[in-house]
C-alpha cells in the first residue's frame, strides 16, 4: 500500500519563527489533507490540497503531486500552533475516504 | 449543525467485555470512516462506509464491526475488547459530492479513548 513518510518528526520553534513540514508520498493519490491535533487531542481540517498550492492566513500548502509531495508552511509561529501535525493521503485507486495517514510531526512553539 | 458527535468519551472495559462505540453526523454526509490512534502515532484506518447499507474494511479491520443503516450514524462494534484494542477511536465524515461546497475533506469527531483491562 501507499507509505507515507512526514519530517522532521520533532520540531522546537521560538515564537515568530517561521517552519516547513514535509509530507512524501509512495504513489498517485486522490485526496491528500493536513491536519493539526491541538493538545487536547482535537484533530482539525488544515488543507484539502491533493495539488497545487493554498494559503490561509500565517498557513500555506504546497503539493508537487508528480514529485509525491507536500510541504505546510507556518510563518510567525504562535503558542498557539503547538501539537501535532499529519498528513493523510487516499491512494488514487480507492475511496477518497481510506486515508492513509503519516507518523506527524510534532511541533513545540515557546514564547 | 453539531458536526461529528461521538460517545462515550472515555471508556474501560475488561477483556472478553463487548460494547459499542457511537458516531453520528448531522452534515448529511455521504462518507464515514472509522480510525484508531495509538500512542506516539497516526491514525489508522479500521472501516468505513460510502453510503448506507455499504461498508469495507480498512487497514486494522480485526476485532471490530461496523453496520451503516442511516446516512447519520455509523457505529463500531467490539466484539470481545482485548488489551490490544485500547487506543483512542476517532469517527469521521466526509462529502464526496461536494453539496456543502467543500468535497473530499474528512471532518473528525472529538474521540472516544478507551482503555481495555
Redesign the interface.
Known amino acids: 500500500g501507499i507509505q507515507v513518510e512526514q519530517s522532521p518528526p520533532d520540531l522546537i520553534l521560538q515564537e515568530g519563527a517561521n517552519s516547513t513540514l514535509r509530507c512524501n508520498f509512495s504513489d498517485s493519490v486522490n485526496n491528500l489533507q493536513w491536519f493539526h491535533q491541538n493538545p487536547w487531542g482535537q484533530l482539525i481540517n488544515l488543507f484539502y490540497i491533493p495539488s497545487g498550492t493554498k494559503q490561509n492566513g500565517r498557513l500555506s500548502a504546497t503539493t508537487v503531486a508528480t514529485e509525491r509531495y507536500s510541504l505546510l508552511y507556518i510563518s510567525s509561529s504562535q503558542t498557539t500552533d503547538s501539537g501535532v501535525y499529519f498528513c493523510a493521503v487516499g491512494d488514487s485507486g480507492g475511496a477518497t475516504n481510506k486515508l492513509i495517514f503519516g507518523t506527524g510531526t510534532l511541533l513545540a512553539v515557546q514564547p | 449543525n453539531a458536526g461529528v458527535t461521538q460517545t462515550p468519551k472515555f471508556q474501560v472495559l475488561k477483556t472478553g467485555q463487548s460494547m459499542t462505540l457511537q458516531c453520528a453526523q448531522d452534515m448529511n454526509h455521504e ?3 472509522w ?1 484508531r490512534q495509538d500512542p ?6 479500521i472501516h ?1 462506509s ?1 453510503g448506507a447499507g455499504i461498508t ?1 474494511q ?2 486494522v479491520p480485526n476485532g471490530y464491526n461496523v453496520s451503516r443503516s442511516t446516512t447519520e450514524d455509523f457505529p463500531l462494534r467490539l466484539l470481545s475488547a482485548a488489551p490490544s484494542q485500547t487506543s ?1 477511536y ?1 469517527c ?1 465524515s ?1 462529502d ?1 459530492l461536494g453539496t456543502s461546497g ?1 468535497s ?5 469527531g ?2 472516544t479513548r478507551l482503555t481495555v483491562t
Open positions: 462518507y464515514m470512516s480510525y506516539g502515532m497516526g491514525l489508522r484506518l468505513y460510502v469495507d480498512g487497514e483512542v476517532f469521521a466526509m464526496p467543500r473530499d475533506e474528512q471532518y473528525f472529538p474521540g
